[in-house]
């Protein structure tokens, strides 16, 4: 599975879109783009996923670049409760379906 | 939406006893789940992949008869941690699978703290 890099943390003001990039330079093209976040001491939560076409659902919005070598997550309206860290996967579908978190990004919503 | 549980949420422990974890799927079925270990201010580490019915698949560098995985029925996988050390204090999250959908969505527990004294 491709390698990812996340900046270590972010932060951005409470009702405010939040941008986080994730770069994925030697994405394959079978492999698809996941984001997961963590609030402290509790599970992961899936939000969203993509293989080259942008997504958008009611967690979040997933941009693509068309060279797939890099994404960005957006939450449009940050709120307090979105403070987590934030893991962009790159994962080939195969039949073994491991997800390998990296160091993720740490993002702080400010009042 | 799909839930996942862990149990216990929290443990103590002596040193040199085992301890045994516990993951179900609530409201779907999962032939696969994944058993998770993550220390403070540290990301997820995968440690092994339970199948249903076979034996699971561990991770390069975790020791199969230390932390022992069974996965006997298709919403309960259990994992054993043998003659625990102060070392095997962690964080440890499960995940499964749900079987009857697409391969994208794996859902995972709240976790379970073990702290071995």
């Known amino acids: 599975d491709a390698k990812t890099t996340q900046p270590p943390s972010m932060d951005c003001a409470e009702g405010r879109a939040a941008n986080l990039p994730c770069n994925h330079s030697?994405?394959?093209?079978?492999?698809?783009v996941y984001w997961y976040r963590q609030i402290h001491s509790q599970g992961p939560q899936y939000i969203i996923h993509?293989?080259?076409n942008n997504e958008t659902n009611e967690m979040a919005s997933l941009i693509i670049t068309e060279d797939r070598k890099s994404s960005t997550l957006i939450l449009p309206h940050a709120t307090l409760r979105d403070t987590a860290v934030y893991y962009c996967?790159?994962?080939?579908?195969?039949?073994?379906?491991?997800?390998?978190f990296g160091s993720g990004t740490r993002l702080l919503v400010r009042p | 939406g799909a839930v996942v549980s862990q149990h216990p949420s929290w443990v103590i422990c002596k040193s040199g006893t085992s301890v045994k974890i516990e993951c179900r799927s609530l409201?779907?079925?999962?032939?696969?789940m994944f058993w998770y270990r993550q220390f403070p201010k540290q990301s997820l580490m995968l440690m092994a992949t339970?199948?249903?019915?076979?034996?699971?698949?561990?991770e390069q560098g975790v020791e199969k008869d230390k932390f022992l995985i069974n996965h006997a029925s298709l919403t309960l996988s259990t994992l054993t941690v043998t003659s625990a050390h102060p070392e095997d204090s962690s964080f440890y999250i499960c995940?499964?699978?749900?079987?009857?959908?697409?391969?994208?969505?794996?859902?995972f527990g709240p976790g379970t703290r073990l702290t071995v004294t």
């Open positions: 995940s499964a699978r749900d079987s009857g959908r697409g391969a994208h969505e794996q859902y």
């Open positions: 030697t994405i394959s093209g079978n492999e698809y």
């Open positions: 993509g293989l080259k």
């Open positions: 996967i790159v994962r080939v579908t195969d039949s073994s379906y491991k997800l390998i």
């Open positions: 409201d779907f079925q999962a032939t696969t």
């Open positions: 339970s199948n249903e019915g076979s034996k699971a698949t561990y």
